[in-house]
Structure formats: structure tokens, C-alpha cells
């Protein structure tokens, strides 16, 4: 432990002495690094000269200062040859202290493949989550990043962040509060690019106001306390913040450019408005969209940066190493690890999957790896010399099972809403029937639920009423429909079949086999259903219109419900057991809009608080009172726990670890630091 | 004749106008828009897209607008400024999109065609002349097996091999080196390396159809008494089969070329898809699974004007070999 720990240290007084140098207020930068195990095992040969160099410099302060930097040598040549600045003047005075599990070594082309058009985010997961502050490894805090410190108000209103200083863009342009400034100005408060602004930049119904105090200070200002900010920064709601670099969006932008320039780009593109030009090539104003790698060498802060974009007919996406790239690991090689990445374009997955099994895929985590995969890519693991890593699945539940409490008929809403019916039909599910058959025996009993490993866990929401207990089903049942006809369905107080269908997206193959299971125990205890599958477009449309009995669906949620509580009140049409009232939280002037029951409400209000908490334990509290509501008011089913997930890795890959959480908000694998990946 | 052509010509403006406006509504069929399908599919992957996000490509896009507003947009954009629209999917003008693709199916469909005629005239021609020889049912049994297995199995069959015994993955049109490399010499070996695997699956259906006709069409003709008498005044064997039966069994082919214009866009799509090659066929499949309206009414509208115009064609070229046709 002694050796590695003065590499720390070493490191640390590097930087210590580089920033007095510097003359910039020292914020060591070490110190709020997430502390993952330490364990760099193997003495990084290049490194040596530079730690002991740079030991006798702190010592010493008067001499002129050694390399306190590496870089790959593709760099190194390039710097030779004069074609780049050296990697001291590359990187910010303060650069980014990641400190890898294993001292990394350069070199290598990670291969991976994705889908087309829409699938922006297989980019997005590997190397577009460069953002102001991220969440940890594991996922439990929030950490620097661009920004390198912040302060918030008593009230949650006012955010001031203080920016890492001589950050650089891909093309060596300096990332200032300008680019933060524009991003504001001419992105989000531009109504032609952004006709409604992202709900998380709204509080109280207004816009928040951005100030940009220096070139490295920035300050957010909320009308109404808004405790969510940081972790909706450090989440993929806020991908265009930080993407908009202004030197080179102003290309393309209406406001600075002259009318007649304007016209000629947009009639040799073939666009028809400057906006969606914009969004082709620069950003959206959600951050979403193929802008970002659709440019080859657009300026950019991640890792890599694009050589071959992405376009329509593109059957390949190459990229290469950032010089600029801001954050070094704790020897100072400055990141990343891997020379190039080259995304496959493919057009379906079979073929990707035929790939990976081939040992043509280095990394991947998507697309693929379903369940039904498994076997094949467990079989061909020797010969494609990969191994498989676990996903810990955040979502709340495999199957949540909304039943629709706003239904339209109103007989329907008053049996649906009485939380005895639901129990009831809870109690009639044998799950760890559908457990051993659907999934492979992986997974336990739950309704929807925070796992157990977050600090979320409230057992009474997870456990309640998960039992298969055909007589208390019965039992709650008949307190609501008593009445059953000659075949022994249950009737309606108007004398009908009470019937309810369950919708079903027939791409999720495990939940149509849960559904049709629980159709087939919801009719031994006298409930006349039936499950349905269909394409899910139709499926969310009709969900959109309310038009729906009942559907089932997976769920976010299960390590952090405070980003996503959908399955917990009714807080945005994902909620898709109270779309109406789900709707009248959003926007009560929604046609479909209609002022839910008190319970709901108060569970509303008490999001309201979470929100306007200030710290994260205060949050956590909240929300825990909120979760504890939920349980009490049981709004949807749940069949089991999220089975585990699983991606691919090459053999030689270091510093991936061995079970990574799988999430949207926390966009896996981003956090864990895909930067810092190599081959051995 | 002329005056035919006329008419022909006079009769595909309407048809092409018919044929756009069901393009377009055919694609707004399906429940929903983009908006609502680009949120499931999104969802399906485990990403999310907000509210507020939808709302905004809704406006931007004019999906709230009414149907027929939506098509005449679209329609004068063609006919007036060759502006076929933006794909929504790609944020790209669908111009800009469909072009290259349709240049590599061109080239993938005109080796097929070609590697078709080549394998199915001497076979067929073989399988007519020596009916009920062994080579015959060889050839019969191969061709029924042609017609009926689907193409893209025996791509999938193919390439399950492939993996499993020479440890390669086959798929795309080029080598690694040569995707994003400049057209050169090199770079067209490298395709046409790859094509013909994909052209021969492709053409097998068609190579056994061509067969069964041929060998029909044939054994009618050769049992007239025109070639009877051709072989009793000693014309050589090949010039008397060649020359006047084959030529005449051809003649189905003449009225079917007009297929295979539509066919270069169209076919493939489900091989393509499988065996991961960038013609048009994915994208318009991928195009009508998103609901990207622009860019799946551009391609169906381009596909109806190429079979339009291949209808066009076969009529003329019929029409020039049958004078019937020509005075009705």
C-alpha cells in the first residue's frame, strides 16, 4: 500500500506546485476524487521519470520545472514536428486527477456497433458525458469535473460554479463562461431552437436566469428553490450545456450570420430552416441528436473526437484521441488510453451479435445483450477471447404492471382505484412461477420498488402483498366485485363481465410471457383478462390518449427515484397507470388533465419538497416520507426484481470492472470512466 | 407509335399523382407520429427523451398540422424546388440520404441480374433439351429449392457457416480499409470482392425462376413443327435451338423487364437487413418502423415512379415487337 500511496501524494504535490505556480487559487484537485480502490499493481514504466522529476521539483521550487505530463506518443510526434503545442500547455492549469484502478498504457482501437439514426446515446454512454459535474463511480455523489468547485444557496435558488481554468476544445480554442454563455443565449433562450424550455432549467414555472460573472464563473438563478440542478446536471439532462463550443456554432447560426450567407449553406445542404441545420451539425437544445458527431473534427471536449461523423449513409463512425483532452491519471499520462475508437453502423442486431461473438466487438453494453443472447456469447467467449462483465440493473421492477387508475370508463376508474382490488389482484400472481420461467430463475419477488442496495429501500413497498395466496386474493376480490355468472368470472356492479386487457410492446419477449402468465392467474381468480401484444408506438400512443385498461412496462427508478419517480406518483405521462393525473401535475390546462384524489396530491407536494431540499441527505429523507406514501397508496404491481444484465469485454481490456450499475440517468458506462480503459 | 407514347405518357401523370398522395397517407396509417415512436424506441433502448423534447420536434416538424397540409407541403417541395424533405430520424435533408444508397442497390442489383442470366439461360436451356435426363431433375431440384427457401435464410445459413468453420463475419459491402476510403481502382475490387456474395443470393430466386420459364417456354417451341423442319434440312443443332425457340421463349422476359427497376430499389430489403448491407432497402424499412414520413414517402414515391416508368418501358419495347398492340 505504501508505494502506490506515495505515488498519490506525489501527484498531489505535483499539482499543488503547478497551480501556486500558476498563480491561480489552488483547488487540489485529488482530494475530491472519488476514492476507488487504489491498486496500481504494476510500475508504469513512462511514468517513473515523471513522478520522481516532479518529486525533486516540489522540493525544489527555484528550479525550472521537468515534464510533469506524459502523452501518447501519436502526440509526442506531432509535437516533435511542431504540428501541436507540448502536452504542458495543452493541458488546463488545473487538469483533472482521474485516478485509474490499473496505470494504463497507450494505444489500441476500441470496436463497437450501433444503431443507425436514433442511437445517439450509444455515443453519448461511451464519450459524450463530459458535463460541469458528474455523478461518482458509484453513483453516490456528485463530483467535479468542468466546473471545479460550486456553491449553492441556503434556498436552493442561486448555483455559482467556478470553471477549471485553460480548459481547451479539440481544436485548441480555450472553453470559457462565453461558450456557456451562448449555450444560454442563443441555444435555450433562442425560441426557434428551443420552443419550450427543458423542464430542469424551469422553476416555479420560469426560466432560470444565467449570469456570467467572469470568464470562469458562472451563476445559475432559480425563480423557486430547484434542489435538483446538480443531479440534473450531472445527468444526461444536461448534454448540450457543455457541447456548444461558440467558435464554431456561430457558423451555423442565424443570429450571426448575414442573410445571404445564411441562404447559400442552407441551399447547398438542402435545409429548410436554419434551425434543423443547427441541430445537424451543432447540438439540440436537449443535447440529443446526431449534431455532435456529425462534423468531422468538431471542436469538442471529449475524449475523442470525431474523424469519420455520422451521417445517413455512414456504415462506419471513426474517432481519435482529443490533444486536449483535460484529465490525467494519477502519474500524469494524460488521458485517453485508447488511440481510436470505429463505431459499425449495423442495420440490425444478428449481425452485431455474430460480431461480438466473432471478437470483433472490444466493449460493449447495449444493442446485444439480452437475455436470449446469453448462451451464445457465454459459448463463444474462448474463441473470441472476451469475457462477460455484470450489469446491476437500477430499474424498480422487470415488469411493472399499471392498471389504469384515470380509466375512462367510469365504472372501470372506481373498481381500478379501490386499492383492495388491487391487492387483490396482486396476492393472485405466482411470481416466483414467473421468476423461474421467464427469467432463468434470476431476480426475487417485488413490486416496484428502490432496490435493496440504495438507500432508498423501504421494504413495505418492495414486499407487500407479493405472496401467491390464491384465498386472500380471493378474499380482497369479493370486498369489490362479489358478483361472478355461470363460468365463474367476476361481474361489474352494471351487471357486466368485468374484463380488462393488458397491453403488451411485443419487442420485450419476456414481458409478453409475463403477461400472458398473468392473465392466466388473474383468471383463476375470477377476472376475466386477456394479454395483448403489439407494436409499441401504438402501445404508447393509446397509453397518450388514455386509452388503456392496463399495460405493462419496465421501470426506472430502482437506485435513484428522486431523478425518476414515475412509478411511485404520478409525475409525467411515463406514469402510465394516471395519465390524467399525471397530466393535470405537468400542465393542468392538458385537455386530458383531470385533479387527482388528496393521497396523490400530497404525494405531489411532498416532491415539491424534495425539490426544493438543499442537501442530499435532506432529499434522501424526503423522499424516503414520499416513497413511504407510495407504498401506503400502492399504485402499480410488480412482478420481480430487474435480472441481471451483462455486456462484453475483451480479455486484454483493463480497468473495466466486473459489475457496473446499468442506467439512463447515470449513463452507464460514462461514470465508471471509459476514458481510462486500455488494453493491457 | 408515336402517338402511343403519347398516351403512355399522358396516363403516368396521374398515376404518379395518385401514387404520391398514398404514399403519404399510408405512412400516417399507423397510430401515432415520429414524435411517439422516436419516445418508445428511445425507451426501449433504456434512454429517455422529456416531454418538453417531443413538443418541440412535434412544432418543428409540423406534425400537428393536418394531413393534407402536411402533403402539399411535401408535394411542392418536390415538384418546385427538388426539396423532398427533412428525415427526421437523421436531422438530414432526405436528399442528401437516399442517392448513395441508391447507387450502391443499382450495383449490388445489376451483379445480381447479370450473375441471374448468366447461371439460369445455360441451365435452362440444357434442362429443355435434355428433358428428364439426370442433369434435368439435378437442376429441377435445385430450382425448387431456389424458388421456395427465402433469400435471406440461406444469407443467414451462409453466414452462420462462415463464423462457425472460417471464423470470418461477413457484412457491409467493404473491406474495413475500404468503407470510408475514396472511390479508386482498388477500392472497386473490394467491393465487387464482396458484392457477389450478396448479388448470388439474391439472384438465386430469380435464377430458379428464370430456369422453370425457360425450360416451359422452350420445350413448348421446340416441339413445333418449324424446328422439326429446320431439323430435317440439316441446320446445325445449336442454330436450330438458338436461333428461332429461344429467341421466341424469351419473349415473357420482355414484359417483365419493367420489374426490375422497382426491384433495384425494393428487393433485397430483408437480405440487405440481414447481411448488413447500406442499400435502400434498411432504410426504408427503418424509415417505416420510425414513422420518418419524409424520408419512407420519398422512397415509396421514388419506387412508384420506377415502376411507373419500367411499366413504361416494357409497354414500348412490347409494343415495337407486337404491332397488335401498337393500333388498339
Known sequence: ?680 | MLSFIFRRILAMIPTLFLASIVAFVIIQLPPGDFATSYMANLAAMGDTVSQDTLENLREAYGLDQPVMIQYYKWITGIIFRGDYGLSFEHREPVSSLIWDRIWLTMWLSLVSVLLTWIIAFPIGIYSAVKQYSAGDYIFTLIGFIGVSVPAFLVALVLMYLQFKYLGQTTSGLFSDEYISAAWSWARVKDLLAHLWLPALILGLSGTAELIRILRANLLDELRRPYVITARAKGLPEWKAILKYPVRLALNPFVSTLGWILPGLISGSIILSQVMNLPTTGPLLLRSLQSQDMYLAGSMILVLSVATVLGTFVSDILLALLDPRIRYQ
Open chain 1, 1 to 680: 500500500m505504501s508505494r502506490p500511496f506515495s505515488y498519490r501524494l506525489v501527484s498531489l504535490l505535483v499539482l499543488l506546485a503547478l497551480t501556486l505556480g500558476a498563480c491561480t487559487t489552488a483547488t487540489p484537485t485529488a482530494a475530491v476524487e472519488p476514492t476507488s480502490p487504489p491498486a496500481p499493481t504494476n510500475t508504469a514504466k513512462p511514468a517513473e521519470p515523471t513522478a520522481t522529476a516532479a518529486a525533486e521539483a516540489a522540493e525544489q521550487p527555484t528550479e525550472p520545472p521537468a515534464p510533469l505530463y506524459t502523452e501518447a506518443p501519436d502526440l509526442a510526434e506531432k509535437v516533435a514536428a511542431g504540428e501541436l503545442p507540448p502536452v504542458e500547455e495543452r493541458l488546463p492549469a488545473n487538469p483533472l486527477v482521474v485516478e485509474s484502478a490499473e496505470v494504463g498504457k497507450y494505444g489500441g482501437v476500441w470496436r463497437m456497433g450501433m444503431r443507425g439514426g436514433t442511437d445517439d446515446a450509444s455515443f453519448y454512454r461511451i464519450l459524450g458525458y463530459e458535463t460541469l459535474v458528474r455523478w461518482s463511480p458509484s453513483w453516490d455523489t456528485i463530483i467535479p469535473s468542468l466546473a471545479e468547485s460550486w456553491e449553492v444557496s441556503a434556498d436552493a435558488t442561486e448555483y455559482t460554479f467556478a470553471l477549471r481554468k485553460g480548459v481547451k476544445w479539440s481544436d485548441g480554442v480555450e472553453f470559457t463562461a462565453n461558450d456557456l454563455l451562448f449555450w444560454y443565449e442563443d441555444v435555450i433562450m433562442n425560441p426557434e431552437l428551443t420552443r419550450s424550455v427543458p423542464g430542469w432549467l424551469t422553476s416555479g414555472g420560469e426560466t432560470v436566469k444565467f449570469e456570467k460573472i467572469d470568464d470562469y464563473t458562472i451563476k445559475f438563478t432559480f425563480a423557486k428553490p430547484n434542489g435538483l440542478f446538480l443531479q440534473n446536471l450531472a445527468s444526461p439532462d444536461s448534454r448540450s450545456v457543455t457541447n456548444v463550443p461558440k467558435h464554431f456554432a456561430v457558423q451555423y447560426h442565424a443570429t450571426y450570420l448575414a442573410a445571404d450567407k445564411l441562404a447559400a449553406m442552407m441551399e447547398e445542404g438542402g435545409y429548410a430552416a436554419w434551425t434543423d441545420m443547427f441541430v445537424a451539425k451543432v447540438v439540440q437544445a436537449d443535447g440529443g441528436g446526431m449534431g455532435p458527431y456529425n462534423v468531422a473534427g468538431r471542436p469538442t471536449l471529449f475524449a475523442w473526437m470525431v474523424e469519420e461523423p455520422f451521417s445517413g449513409n455512414a456504415t462506419q463512425v471513426t474517432l481519435v484521441r482529443n490533444p486536449y483532452y483535460w484529465k490525467v491519471d494519477q502519474n500524469g499520462q494524460q488521458y485517453p488510453y485508447i488511440d481510436k475508437m470505429v463505431f459499425g453502423v449495423y442495420q440490425d442486431v444478428p449481425s452485431m451479435l455474430l460480431k461480438a461473438a466473432n471478437g470483433e466487438i472490444d466493449f460493449q453494453m447495449r444493442h446485444f445483450n439480452t437475455l436470449a443472447n446469453k448462451a451464445v456469447l457465454y459459448d463463444n467467449m474462448e474463441k473470441g477471447d472476451y469475457r462477460i462483465f455484470d450489469l446491476e440493473q437500477a430499474g424498480s421492477n422487470s415488469n411493472v404492471v399499471m392498471l389504469n387508475l384515470t380509466h375512462k370508463d367510469p365504472v372501470m376508474r372506481e373498481i381500478l382505484q379501490n386499492k383492495d382490488f388491487r391487492v387483490g389482484l396482486s396476492y393472485a400472481i405466482n411470481r416466483q412461477d414467473i421468476i423461474n420461467t421467464v427469467y432463468v430463475t434470476m431476480g426475487e419477488a417485488s413490486q416496484p420498488a428502490a432496490l435493496k442496495s440504495s438507500v432508498f429501500y423501504n421494504e413495505q413497498l418492495a414486499k407487500q402483498f407479493t405472496e401467491y395466496d390464491v384465498a386472500k386474493a380471493n378474499e380482497y376480490l369479493d370486498k369489490v366485485l362479489p358478483d361472478k355468472n355461470d363460468e365463474g368470472f367476476r361481474l361489474r356492479p352494471d351487471g357486466k363481465v368485468f374484463t380488462i386487457v393488458i397491453e403488451i410492446a411485443n419487442a420485450n419477449i419476456d414481458q409478453v410471457d409475463t403477461g400472458n402468465m398473468i392473465a392466466k392467474y388473474w383468471k383463476a381468480v375470477g377476472i376475466m383478462a386477456e394479454a395483448k401484444s403489439e407494436d409499441r408506438s401504438l402501445m404508447y400512443e393509446r397509453k397518450n390518449n388514455n386509452d388503456l385498461d392496463a399495460m405493462i412496462w419496465g421501470g426506472e427508478g430502482g437506485f435513484n427515484p428522486i431523478l425518476d419517480p414515475r412509478n411511485f406518483f404520478p409525475n409525467g405521462n411515463e406514469s402510465a397507470y394516471a395519465v390524467a393525473w399525471a397530466a393535470w401535475y405537468t400542465n393542468p390546462a392538458d385537455p386530458l388533465a383531470e385533479e387527482p384524489p388528496a393521497e396523490v396530491k400530497a404525494m405531489m407536494d411532498k416532491y415539491a419538497e424534495v425539490k426544493s431540499a438543499t442537501t442530499w441527505d435532506e432529499q434522501v429523507a424526503m423522499m424516503k416520507e414520499l416513497l413511504q406514501m407510495s407504498a401506503d397508496y400502492f399504485p402499480c404491481l410488480g412482478i420481480s426484481t430487474a435480472a441481471k444484465g451483462y455486456g462484453i469485454a475483451k480479455n486484454n481490456m483493463g480497468n473495466v470492472p466486473d459489475v457496473i450499475i446499468n442506467s439512463w440517468s447515470y449513463p452507464t458506462p460514462a461514470p465508471v470512466n471509459t476514458f481510462a480503459f486500455f488494453y493491457r
